[in-house]
């Protein structure tokens, strides 16, 4: 099992529309967890960090559920400029060692 | 952005040859990785450095050597290339190395072994 397991989509929506997308870690004890965006061809770029009780930036929302183990990001009121590859990232073992997901692609369209 | 260039951008080699990549950082972070991305696989680490000539392994370092002499820079050097080092890498900073901090990316070097 991978240690972090994302739907690879592709996620299609139209401009405005809201999508939202899971990924699934796979050690219970991970304490800390991120959004990174990537755009085709170009390097990783933090979005945010996911925090226990959830949290917002703009029309970004991410969401934990320890329980279940995984975390969520939604994107509402889609803009052509949100179309990227969308990577999970968890500290698995609490050390410095990140562990990335394959990343959950989403294109908006016109 | 910050301060970080990778460079060859791109690089075709044949099977067999050894290749080195540079990573430059202006923002003098303590740490510094090298991770491969590959279809339907996240970014792994193959190294990575805590300070001017401490290095220690990621997952994926077999047939990988890295170096850093000075704070700024960090080689990759794959010592004899294979057909399954074809990825794209990526150099990373970061100004801890506790796990919370944010990972800074270089724009990246294709390599095509062929």
């Known amino acids: 099992r991978k240690e972090v397991e994302q739907d690879p989509g592709p996620f299609n929506v139209p401009e405005g529309a809201t999508v939202a997308f899971n990924c699934t870690y796979s050690?219970?004890?991970?304490?800390?967890f991120f959004w990174y965006r990537q755009d085709c061809r170009k390097e990783p770029k933090l979005l945010m960090s996911?925090?226990?009780s959830g949290n917002e930036d703009g029309r970004f929302t991410a969401q934990l559920n320890r329980a279940s183990q995984y975390i969520s990001l939604l994107i509402r009121d889609s803009k052509l400029s949100d179309s990227a590859t969308y990577l999970c990232?968890?500290?698995?073992?609490?050390?410095?060692?990140?562990?990335f997901g394959a990343g959950t692609t989403v294109t908006v369209r016109a | 952005d910050a301060g970080i260039t990778q460079s060859p951008r791109h690089k075709v080699t044949e099977t067999g040859t050894p290749v080195t990549l540079r990573c430059h950082q202006t923002?003098?972070?303590?740490?510094m990785y090298w991770y491969r991305q590959d279809p339907g696989h996240g970014l792994r680490l193959i190294h990575y450095?805590?300070?001017?000539?401490?290095?220690d392994k990621g997952e994926v370092s077999d047939g990988y050597s890295v170096s850093r002499s000075k704070t700024e820079d960090f080689l990759l050097t794959l010592e004899s290339a294979t057909s399954s080092q074809t990825s794209v890498y990526f150099c990373?900073?970061?100004?801890?190395?506790?796990?919370?901090?944010?990972?800074?990316f270089g724009s990246g070097t294709q390599l095509s072994v062929l």
């Open positions: 990373a900073i970061s100004e801890s190395a506790t796990g919370n901090e944010k990972l800074f």
């Open positions: 050690n219970s004890a991970s304490q800390s």
């Open positions: 996911v925090y226990s």
């Open positions: 990232v968890v500290n698995i073992r609490n050390d410095y060692k990140l562990s």
């Open positions: 923002e003098n972070h303590r740490y």
């Open positions: 450095s805590y300070g001017v000539k401490d290095t």
